[in-house]
T-cell receptor
Framework: KQEVTQIPAALSVPEGENLVLNCSFTDSAIYNLQWFRQDPGKGLTSLLLIQSSQREQTSGRLNASLDKSSGRSTLYIAASQPGDSATYLCAVHSNDYKLSFGAGTTVTVRA | TAGITQAPTSQILAAGRSMTLRCTQDMRHNAMYWYRQDLGLGLRLIHYSNTAGTTGKGEVPDGYSVSRANTDDFPLTLASAVPSQTSVYFC????????????FGPGTRLTVL
């Protein structure tokens, strides 16, 4: 059974600082890994999807890396803004096409 | 394009009553999913469907049933609700075959008293 862990559970940074969010998973036999953003009381919005054959994926200020062999992914958010405040979820697609989610990291960016 | 719609937005339900949560997508995705989200536990898969006419059990299927009569709709039924089913329920879809990006609906907040 795939287990996904996100550390830290919460993070507070001043505006402009870079954010580093960590995700680890126990079974390296994955199809891909997806990072989501969730605002309070809302659904999930997909940020980045990294295929198992890729090492990283970038979109604007966001960069996600994947080290499948060690079971780790990192989401970097450059030059954080108050609008980046949200919960960030990591999810792993195992070979049976099911997504396993971490519990999330709640980010607060202070103006 | 609406994407994924869920209804109702929220509901308070008496224990022992039945309820169907509705989910409709307009993206013609083959795969659809139901998750529940609980504080401290993250999202857990309840049931899924890889294509119309097929369904499968996820991590926490007990007390829930689904059907997939067509591509667009994937209702989730609670036959006899219990307080432990109080949660936020999310429907999602993906294409092709479930390996690509999953798109989520806005969720249904269900309280069972």
């Amino acid at each position: 059974k795939q287990e996904v862990t996100q550390i830290p559970a919460a993070l507070s940074v001043p505006e402009g600082e870079n954010l580093v969010l960590n995700c680890s998973f126990t079974d390296s036999a994955i199809y891909n890994l997806q990072w989501f953003r969730q605002d309070p009381g809302k659904g999930l919005t997909s940020l980045l999807l990294i295929q198992s054959s890729q090492r990283e994926q970038t979109s604007g200020r966001l960069n996600a890396s994947l080290d499948k062999s060690s079971g780790r992914s990192t989401l970097y958010i450059a030059a954080s803004q108050p609008g980046d405040s949200a919960t960030y979820l990591c999810a792993v697609h195992s070979n049976d096409y099911k997504l396993s989610f971490g519990a999330g990291t709640t980010v607060t960016v202070r103006a | 394009t609406a994407g994924i719609t869920q209804a109702p937005t929220s509901q308070i339900l008496a224990a022992g009553r039945s309820m169907t949560l509705r989910c409709t997508q307009d993206m013609r995705h083959n795969a659809m999913y139901w998750y529940r989200q609980d504080l401290g536990l993250g999202l857990r898969l309840i049931h899924y469907s890889n294509t119309a006419g097929t369904t499968g059990k996820g991590e926490v299927p007990d007390g829930y049933s689904v059907s997939r009569a067509n591509t667009d709709d994937f209702p989730l039924t609670l036959a006899s609700a219990v307080p432990s089913q109080t949660s936020v329920y999310f429907c999602a879809s993906s294409d092709p075959g479930g390996a690509d990006t999953q798109y989520f609906g806005p969720g249904t907040r269900l309280t069972v008293l």
